[in-house]
């Protein structure tokens, strides 16, 4: 079952309704929450973005949550792992820019500055038998995300399901991205995480989500909505709906069907709330970009490497934009990025197409070449 509840701004009142609504639509706080429980409340703050920016989950989203868990007599914290560097400083720069302070004052919320992580077996994975996980995430009873409606370069969309990816530790994640280089593996790596550290609840806030050149480069995208589920991936499935995709576009929600976690369509979803249908655009963009296997199986091995090289989407720097701060550099899984004279220069023909230079750019610097050829696939 997915709850949608309309919301048209970020007045923190009209926040707490939908949220409330959300979950009531649901059984309440009170089915997931119990009393004297530690409650994680885990928003997406891939990076140091302000609020307005819509790569975060504005924190009067999660705010609402907090108090509202915190009605249930449990102890909400508010914790995230962003890309890159993972230790208390980062993290104190990261509440504070991305408005998690102010939404710990507002809530009576504590700030996890838990930087411990442990590695832990999985052996219902199926990308993943072994994980390493924050502490914080590990620690808590119960797990709540609070993710952002948004574009992705490499997964198309990202929202609750791809949200749990934040409970594994800064540089972790670029060492996965690594191991899982093509998009059902990296799908399949996200959903094993997600399985594993079980969000009994999951919100998107999708009042303004981000279209185009996400997870943090895009276009703010007014929306209009609360959406939250029991499941995450059926969170996702609708989410596709409003953004106008279809499930097999969506590499994750792709992987996701094929493992029996969710519906294979949105119409055969249980909605509560609002009518889906109200919130769906038919102009969100979204960075559908074809498989460069599309010659099959068979091809030679050069001829494959080929078309690695030359025809996929690949980063590209923007000199005018970019202020030499080798974030990029440091963020590259492959490390195929170095910064001669202070400006980026990418190995391309190395290059793992995982676009973390682009998602973790504070200054929108980088964005995705997609050649004609796949750009003219994607209309067929």
């Known amino acids: 079952m997915v709850s949608v509840e309309k919301c048209d701004s970020y007045e923190y009142e009209k926040i707490k309704s939908a949220v409330q609504k959300c979950a009531d639509n649901l059984g309440g706080f009170g089915k997931y929450i119990k009393k004297g429980e530690i409650v994680l409340i885990k928003p997406n703050l891939i990076a140091k973005k302000e609020p307005d920016d819509a790569a975060t989950t504005h924190p009067y989203v999660v705010a609402a949550i907090a108090e509202l868990v915190s009605a249930q007599g449990a102890k909400a914290i508010i914790g995230d792992s962003p890309g890159g560097p993972f230790n ?206 599309f010659l099959g199986d068979n091809v030679p091995v050069f001829l494959e490497n080929f078309i690695k090289r030359h025809m996929s989407p690949k980063p590209v720097f923007n000199s005018a934009l970019c202020i030499g701060c080798g974030e990029c550099m440091r963020s590259c899984p492959a490390k195929v990025i170095t910064m001669p004279q202070h400006f980026p220069v990418a190995d391309i023909q190395n290059c793992i197409r995982c676009y973390c230079c682009q998602e973790l750019c504070p200054k929108k610097a980088v964005t995705i070449k997609v050649p004609a050829v796949l750009k003219l696939m994607a209309k067929f």
């Not at 093509?182 to 999708?206: E, G």
């Not at 989410?239 to 279809?246: E, F, I, L, V, W």
């Open 88 to 293: 208390a400083a980062v993290l104190k720069a990261l509440y504070k820019t991305t408005g998690m302070e102010d939404a710990a004052a507002l809530s009576g919320a504590s700030l996890s500055y838990d930087t411990t992580s442990t590695t832990v077996d999985n052996p219902s994975g199926e990308r993943l038998k072994k994980l390493t996980v924050t502490n914080m995430a590990l620690k808590a009873d119960k797990i709540i995300s609070a993710a952002k409606f948004k574009s992705h370069s490499m997964m198309y969309l990202t929202g609750a399901a791809k949200n749990m990816y934040g409970t594994i530790p800064g540089t972790t994640k670029a060492e996965y991205h690594f191991f899982c280089q093509d998009t059902a593996s990296f799908a399949n790596a996200l959903i094993d995480i997600c399985l594993f550290t079980k969000p009994v609840l999951s919100f998107t806030d999708a009042v303004y989500g981000m279209e185009g050149n996400g997870p943090t480069g895009g276009d703010k995208r007014f929306i209009g909505a609360i959406i939250a589920s029991e499941n995450p991936f059926e969170a996702d499935l609708a989410m596709a709906q409003t953004a106008g995709a279809k499930p097999e576009e969506i590499p994750m929600l792709k992987e996701a069907i094929r493992r029996r976690l969710c519906t294979d369509e949105a119409k055969k979803l249980e909605f509560c709330g609002c009518a889906p249908e109200q919130f769906i655009m038919s102009d969100f963009k979204i960075p559908r970009n074809k498989s460069i296997y």
